[in-house]
């Protein structure tokens, strides 16, 4: 299993190159958020986050648009209708994964929290394993394209940063909750661990599918 290294692209070369564009949009939404992140944990709700808010809802935008157009090429011109129900459903996951990135930012943005000094280390440890996940998700997700051999190794990255960030997660809640902070702050800083680790939560889902797509090809 997973040896067959073989393209799904024999005559669809723009269709290829607009599912590498949506890979590239969760690599760069990664970065934007990760440098998001970090600034609103030095200054909070300032206008240079929000200009990085922006910039992340730019992304959004974008990846909106390419996975529309890649639905309609995909139906409208009969491309790959061996694979056509996978490759859609997995355009859809990618999308959804890009999606999260921007609702957490923008929360970020809408709340306003604030989070005490003492936990802003191993929340950027957080931001940086679940980055690390939808970027390897990208990465594997490429590859199911080009080359089977090369699912495995990102897949087990995803898996293995995803683990990461759960233990991230459950440490800062039980620090959090230890804390002397009044319960309404404590409850609105789990609130938002939870939805940062879920992001790295739907790149495993997506890696799950993307794994099945291809025991489903190699047989």
Do not use: W
Request: hydrophobic residues 40%.
């Amino acid at each position: 299993m997973f040896h067959v290294k073989v393209s799904l692209f024999s005559h669809t070369k723009e269709l290829e190159n607009k599912i590498d564009e949506l890979h590239d949009k969760i690599v760069e939404i990664s970065m934007v958020f990760k440098k998001a992140v970090h600034l609103f944990l030095q200054e909070k709700r300032s206008q240079n986050y929000r200009k990085l808010s922006k910039e992340i809802k730019t992304i959004e935008h974008d990846a909106d648009v390419l996975r529309r157009d890649i639905e309609s090429r995909l139906y409208a011109q009969n491309l790959i209708p061996d694979f056509r129900g996978d490759v859609l459903e997995l355009v859809e996951n990618l999308d959804k994964v890009i999606n999260e990135f921007d609702e957490v930012a923008h929360q970020f943005y809408i709340e306003n929290p604030d989070v005490p000094k003492e936990y802003h280390e191993k929340i950027e440890d957080l931001v940086g394993q679940v980055c690390e996940c939808a970027e390897n998700l990208a990465f594997a997700s490429r590859a199911f394209f080009r080359d089977f051999t090369a699912v495995r190794n990102y897949s087990k990255k995803v898996y293995f940063f995803e683990h990461e960030s759960d233990k991230t997660t459950a440490k800062l809640k039980e620090e959090i909750f230890a804390s002397n902070i009044e319960l309404a702050h404590k409850l609105q800083l789990k609130t938002f661990l939870s939805e940062v680790a879920d992001i790295a939560d739907l790149a495993e889902n997506c890696v799950d599918q993307l794994l099945i797509y291809v025991i489903k090809r190699d047989i």
